[in-house]
């Protein structure tokens, strides 16, 4: 089994084809959920649903997003890692800098045309660290023509995180602590693989995996290996990359 890895992949493609306008109406809000299987906690739910979908586009696409927030506590914003906001930065999603915060009970149009890059990334909120109580979710970019640089017979999507069974807004204030003089970061209750512990990938002989590994991770570095198997790294980061195996 020979395994390519794209992590938060993107480059650069030139056909055109038809681009379709991809239409999202969505309510952040607080629910419960226990990813881990060891603690029930408030997180951050789409529509009243968790984990938050997988938006899959093709380059020159464009997303129409309506984010509504639900919380009654917080302020909100919508990030899509990566993508070049040519002419779009206002639908960046930095609150502060690129928008003003979405308050309560209001609603924001983000409308991005994604053109000139293609591959793996995601999108989360801006605002505090509510990317970690789960508000974020996968983004696929396909090239126009369908067809990536590199051969392979399957993908697999695999997101990667730290948990921790209490919020944000708990576990911050001990981290940002003066007591914390080294910010000794904390330490997670549980690691997730596609937002839960009970994952499971069957793979087959002879094949070859395009991996799309996406660290949604807040705090932890995390290592990813298969044992008696390297990695042929297509991408890092953004940057395609050759010849590179680990």
Sequence with gaps: MRVLAAILTYAMLAP???????????????????????????????????????????????????????????????????????????YDGVPGATQCSIAPGQTMLYNITVDGQFGTTWYHSHSDAQFMDGLRGVLIIDPKDGKYPYDYDEEVVLTLSDWYHLGVDYIRPDFMNRFNPTGAEPIPQNLLWNETRNGTWNVKPNTTYLMRIISMSGFVGIYVYLEGHDFEIVAVDGVPTENLRS
Aim: glycine share 10%.
């Design 16 to 90: 055109a084809v038809l681009a379709e306008v991809h239409h999202f109406n969505w309510t952040a809000g607080w629910m419960y959920g226990n990813p881990d299987g060891n603690a029930r906690r408030q997180i951050i739910g789409c529509n009243g649903e968790w984990p938050w979908p997988t938006i899959r586009i093709k380059e020159g696409d464009t997303i129409e997003l309506y984010l509504t927030n639900g919380m009654d506590n917080q302020t909100t914003s919508l990030h899509f890692h990566g993508l070049f906001q040519q002419n779009t930065t206002i």
